[in-house]
Each structure stands twice: as structure tokens, then as C-alpha cells.
Nanobody, 126 residues
Framework: EVQLVESGGGLVQAGGSLRLSCTAS???????IGWFRQAPGKEREGVSC????????YYMDSAKGRFTISSDNAKNTVYLQINNLKAEDTAVYYC????????????????????WGQGTQVTVSS
């Protein structure tokens, strides 16, 4: 059984940084992990994605520069580093994983991932 567990959220002042973690278990094939977020009253949006097999990374346009996705394959953990946090980054952040295909699909932001974590709250105070 695949499980994804997020951690690292919290309350932080604008301009600060956070590193979110997504620890995966149960995958038996190559897989990819996406980070998503959902702010109150808004639709969920894909922030970033990484292929565990080759390390390729993908970002939504507005995330380039402040967000960095990385993985520690020995720990089965994917990280999302967020710098210079802004009030508009306030959201519940989720990680999602899939191994149906051995590569990150072009539509990774709208792809129907098989597995989701429970989410971690990030609140940025201004």
C-alpha cells in the first residue's frame, strides 16, 4: 500500500522560508511526486513535480525562483523549499504520487494522481 505523508508546514512571517517534506512508502516502480496547494476559496493548483528516477523537475510559472523541489531517494522523501514566503502562499500543501507511467507527464498539473497525502498547512503572516 502506497502512503504519502507531508510535514513541515507552519506559521511563518512574510519573507521567511519553509521546507516541506513528503515521505513516500510502498512504491515498487519508478514514480513521480507532485506538490499542490489549495488556498481558501480557490482551486487546487500544481506547484512543482519531480521524477524520482531521473530527477527532472517541473514548476508552475509563478513558482520559478522561489520554490525548489528536490528528492532524497535514500529517505524516500521529496522536499519543497519555499523562500521569500508571501501572504498568497498561504494554503494547504499536498503531495501526490503516481507510478502508472515511468515519467512525469506533460499535464502533471492536471494529471489524476493515484495517491495523495493528507496535506500540511502553510500560513504566512504579513
Amino acid at each position: 500500500e502506497v502512503q504519502l505523508v507531508e510535514s513541515g508546514g507552519g506559521l511563518v512571517q512574510a519573507g521567511g522560508s519553509l521546507r516541506l517534506s513528503c515521505t513516500a512508502s510502498g512504491f515498487t516502480d519508478d514514480y513521480f511526486i507532485g506538490w499542490f496547494r489549495q488556498a481558501p476559496g480557490k482551486e487546487r493548483e500544481g506547484v512543482s513535480c519531480i521524477s524520482i528516477s531521473d530527477g527532472r523537475t517541473y514548476y508552475m510559472d509563478s513558482a520559478k525562483g522561489r520554490f525548489t523541489i528536490s528528492s532524497d531517494n535514500a529517505k524516500n522523501t521529496v522536499y519543497l523549499q519555499i523562500n521569500n514566503l508571501k501572504a498568497e502562499d498561504t494554503a494547504v500543501y499536498y503531495c501526490a504520487g503516481d507510478s502508472s507511467v515511468p515519467f512525469v507527464p506533460l499535464n502533471w498539473r492536471t494529471y489524476e494522481y493515484d495517491y495523495w497525502g493528507q496535506g500540511t498547512q502553510v500560513t504566512v503572516s504579513s
